[in-house]
């Protein structure tokens, strides 16, 4: 950390009456949920979604269930 980023971080921690310690895990806690929601959530528009629900609710295209019933190949 270089002496410019300490101070800034002393800075801000001092002024949210927090220790640096503090501060620090309130801010990584923050983005560290924003990165998993980012890797773990779809977002879909209405259309989109709804073109994905009749591609569950519809019967399986041949091609698939033909490749369900071969047997798998392992390396």
Not at 31 to 46: F, N, V
Request: glycine share 2%.
């Amino acid at each position: 950390m270089t002496p410019e980023q300490r101070s800034t971080i002393d800075k801000a921690a001092t002024l949210k009456g927090a220790t640096i310690t503090q501060w620090a895990l309130d801010h990584l806690m923050a983005d560290a949920r924003k990165d998993i929601e980012e890797e773990t959530t779809i977002r879909l528009s209405a259309r989109a979604f709804d073109e994905f629900k009749e591609a569950l609710e519809g019967p399986m295209p041949q091609a698939l269930q033909d490749l369900l019933k071969r047997d798998a190949q392992w390396l």
